[in-house]
């Protein structure tokens, strides 16, 4: 069965501008949780998505949004970049958002630089 | 609030070496525990869980074993290698509403040979 799948892998973007990004979970995985990776910070997590509902938010500004389709493919938005939103942003899938025992797997990360 | 705190690294051990990485946390309710294992340049593996009070995970010889009573979640290994080499986090969920993770800083681990 193939893994999480994220696309662009890496991306470059200027300050104001907005970029999205894709993530495939694993066949038959209903919920999409997206996280920041960063040294400072560390991995925070941003929101999580079940059945195209927004189930759980982070603590990050509305200029991260995020969505997901009937086919449980997610995508999240950054609009207005700023430098700091450079990181790597992890997608992860699990089968159910049925709670704590739920596992999480995580795709390989799309790598946003902001100059 | 739900926090995670890891022991600090970097972790430098030669090849063969015993392993142990602290984990201790903060959570209210019953949380899952999770270490993750992240290579250079690659996302995250789940290395192994725990879901309740005095359970063991285990996986790829390593293990940890979920202590309610000190609240920690440490990590062993009993002989490293050098493919071990990267970065661990700890990790729990304990959202009742989804499966959001909190996460430790990371231990950094180099094993040479």
């Known amino acids: 069965k193939a893994g999480v799948t994220q696309t662009p892998r890496y991306l470059i973007k200027t300050r104001g501008q907005q970029v999205t990004l894709s993530c495939s979970p694993i066949s038959g995985h209903r919920s999409v949780s997206w996280y920041q990776q960063t040294p400072g910070q560390g991995l925070q997590f941003l929101f999580e998505y079940f059945s195209e509902t927004q189930r759980n938010k982070g603590n990050f500004p509305g200029r991260f949004s995020g969505r997901q389709f009937s086919n449980s493919r997610s995508e999240m938005n950054v609009s207005t970049l700023e430098l700091g939103d450079s990181a790597l942003y992890l997608c992860?899938?699990?089968?159910?958002?049925?709670?704590?025992?739920?596992?999480?797997?995580f795709g390989p990360g799309t790598r946003l630089t902001v100059l | 609030g739900n926090s995670v705190t890891q022991m600090e690294g970097p972790v430098t051990l030669s090849e063969e070496a015993f392993l142990t990485i602290n984990c201790t946390y903060t959570a209210t309710g019953y949380p899952s525990l999770f270490w993750y294992v992240q290579y250079p340049g690659e996302g995250l593996q789940l290395l192994l869980k725990a879901t309740k009070a005095d359970d063991k995970g285990s996986n790829k010889g390593f293990e940890a074993t979920y202590r309610k009573e000190t609240t920690s979640f440490h990590l062993e290994k009993g002989s490293v290698q050098v493919s071990d080499s990267a970065v661990y986090f700890c990790a729990l969920s304990d959202n009742q509403a989804g499966t959001a993770l909190i996460f430790g800083k990371g231990t950094t681990l180099s094993v040479s040979s």
């Open positions: 992860a899938s699990s089968l159910d958002a049925g709670g704590p025992t739920d596992t999480q797997y």
